[in-house]
């Protein structure tokens, strides 16, 4: 049986429900939560959508050794509180554990993957999450996984609650001067930091319209000056990234369906620091692709014309086209 709980958060999706289900009880869990969001009063589909995932969850429970904790929301939260109020209610019932969403299936070994990392660096306090996703082109280190500044997908992983204790989805006090400050210590460059600069006004504004928890757990862990955990191969399949998804990406987009591979027994590798090479790697191939190839000289008119335009309050070009 795999003792480590395993929080599940699900809103109206039952097939993709169903396949990440199927890969829990794999597992034998021996403690399910599952938290549903719930229907959005625009959307004439959700009542039927979110019952159906109801009941896949009591259907593939029933008759199993999983002890089953549920939290149905009754109104919609939306993708950023939704997923936020999911762990806050897990880390008030456990100490660790693993999370899942309702797309993106692990592979079996990322249970035991998870349930020795979160014993073997349950006291490491700069050591916040364990990633399970992979899409680097080269193997970094010489262990079975690398530390990283955790900038990844977090649809398919672990923590300890001490890790959560630090999240703020509103980011309060966190001023755009300290987070560039942060930054700096993991070696981002000045795109980098403009980027995260950016993802901060949006959480100030309106806490990204709603629709962010993640990055703002990012963020909370470079202003504590941790790191994540990345697998040296792939661990999970992301299903939903195209379709109905809420943050829809393009089809064959680089963490869409990647198969996912053993990795146990695990080797522990001999460097602890975080490698900032594959991080800066990873965000111009996720979060910037466009700019990966910038020069100095790019980048700096880039950010001089970005500045200027904020503080005269323009908007497009500085020259419109004629039609």
């Not at 629709?211 to 955990?229: A, E, H, T």
């Not at 999970?236 to 680089?254: D, F, K, L, Q, R």
């Not at 090479?277 to 910037?288: G, I, L, S, T, V």
Request: with cysteine; aromatic share 12%; net charge neutral.
């Amino acid at each position: 049986m795999f003792h480590t709980p395993i929080l599940l958060i699900t809103f109206n999706r039952p097939q993709h429900t169903q396949k990440v289900l199927e890969a829990v009880i794999a597992s034998n869990p021996k403690d399910l939560y599952v938290f549903q969001d719930g229907p959005r009063e625009v959307n004439s589909s959700d009542q039927q959508k979110c019952a159906e995932v109801r009941c896949v969850v009591e259907t593939m429970t029933k008759g199993t050794d999983v002890q089953l904790h549920t939290l149905y929301s009754d109104k919609n939260l939306g993708c950023g509180p939704g997923p936020a109020t999911a762990i806050t209610w897990f880390f008030q019932n456990v100490e660790s554990g693993v999370i899942l969403e309702d797309d993106c299936v692990p592979h079996l070994d990322f249970f035991s993957y998870c349930e020795e990392l979160l014993e073997k660096y349950k006291t490491a306090v700069n050591v916040r999450a364990i990633g399970s996703m992979n899409v680097d082109t080269q193997r970094w280190g010489d262990g079975s996984y690398y530390f990283s500044m955790m900038n990844r997908n977090l649809c398919a992983w672990a923590t300890w609650k001490r890790a959560w204790d630090d999240f703020d989805i509103a980011m309060t006090g966190v001023t755009k001067t300290k987070l560039r400050r942060a930054l700096r210590k993991y070696g981002c460059g000045m795109l980098e930091c403009e980027y995260w600069c950016d993802r901060l006004d949006e959480v100030h504004k309106d806490l990204c319209d709603g629709k962010s928890w993640d990055m703002q757990f990012f963020m909370s862990i470079w202003m504590n000056g941790g790191k994540g955990i990345i697998p040296n191969v792939n661990l999970s399949s992301n299903i939903g990234t195209v379709g109905e998804a809420t943050h829809v990406m393009g089809a064959g987009n680089i963490i869409d369906n990647v198969p996912s591979h053993p990795i146990m027994p695990i080797k522990h590798p001999a460097e602890t620091d975080v490698q900032h090479q594959a991080d800066k790697q990873f965000h111009f191939r996720y979060f910037e692709p466009s700019k990966s190839n910038w020069g100095f000289l790019k980048i700096a008119y880039y950010l001089v014309n970005k500045r200027l335009k904020k503080r005269v309050g323009h908007k497009g070009p500085w020259i419109k086209r004629e039609k």
